[in-house]
């Protein structure tokens, strides 16, 4: 009796709908036209004989079942994707196709003064970036959706592999005028709760702040506003309140022409880790050890 087993095109279909939750986006994110798609998913639900997927002009419903068997493709693309990576990392260091999720705190600040000179010493990569929270990008890491991840530390990311790439340190900024003539290094009592400004949920770097503060009535009165931190240095300059930044958004030049003085925040826990994190057991760790060594050297 012969046995028919699922292909990868077909789990890759099933996948792309239950991430976009819409035949269309989920065809444009695969590269192929809806019929296409839809032809897939349904050759691969009659050949389970089961429904995967319950359809409405409005609304994509995965079933229980559906959902599982999502979950279980997911492991099977990884290790398919594992396959290749083997078989290509026996080839040239450091080459083909790199998928990488980066931080919105990061990717502004650092990429710019990093990519030219990959693609200028590493001309057979080809890296594929994705801005994500550091939650979606570690999802998307596990998932199989990128390859590796660049993101700030202390967070959640399971069980991974991890390069240190710096220390990057945190600023109080605020406003020229302040009336209170702030210090030089500038201690967590100093900072005013009702003028706290910080980027939303979903953001490490407020995480990161919050902690490094050691203050609980601040998670309760900051105001959590910001989508990104050229956002926050707007609200700042036009004397809403202060803020928090990284020191490599101030050395990227995030304050120019601006009317904000950022000084050093004075606590141990002052500094987030920057570190690129990958799939443990990865066949392609020498090639991700290579590329944390090229975001050191950047």
Known sequence: ?????????????LVALHEHGHFGRAAEASFVSQSTLSAGIRELESLLGVTLVERSRRVVRFTTLGEQVVE?????LREAEELSDLVRASGKPLSGTLRMSVIPTIAPFML???????????PDLKLFLREETSQ??????????????????PFATGEVDMA???DDRLYVAFPKDDPRDPPAVIPPSMIDEGRLLLL???HCLKEHALAACNRPELRASATMIGTSLHTLVQMVNNDLGL????????EAGILHETDIVARPLKSQAASR???LIWRKNSPRKADFELLAEELRAG
């Open 112 to 122: 710019p003064r990093i990519l030219p000179r990959l693609r200028r010493e590493r």
């Open 72 to 76: 279980k493709a997911h492991r099977l």
């Open 200 to 202: 939303e949920d979903g």
């Open 1 to 13: 009796m012969s046995t028919y087993l699922p292909t990868i095109k077909q789990l890759q279909y």
């Open 273 to 275: 880790e920057i570190a």
């Open 136 to 153: 979606d990008a570690v999802e998307s890491l596990h998932h199989g959706r990128v390859d590796c991840v660049l993101l700030a530390l």
């Open 164 to 166: 240190h790439i710096a």
């Open 243 to 250: 803020t928090m930044l990284p020191e490599m958004a101030i």
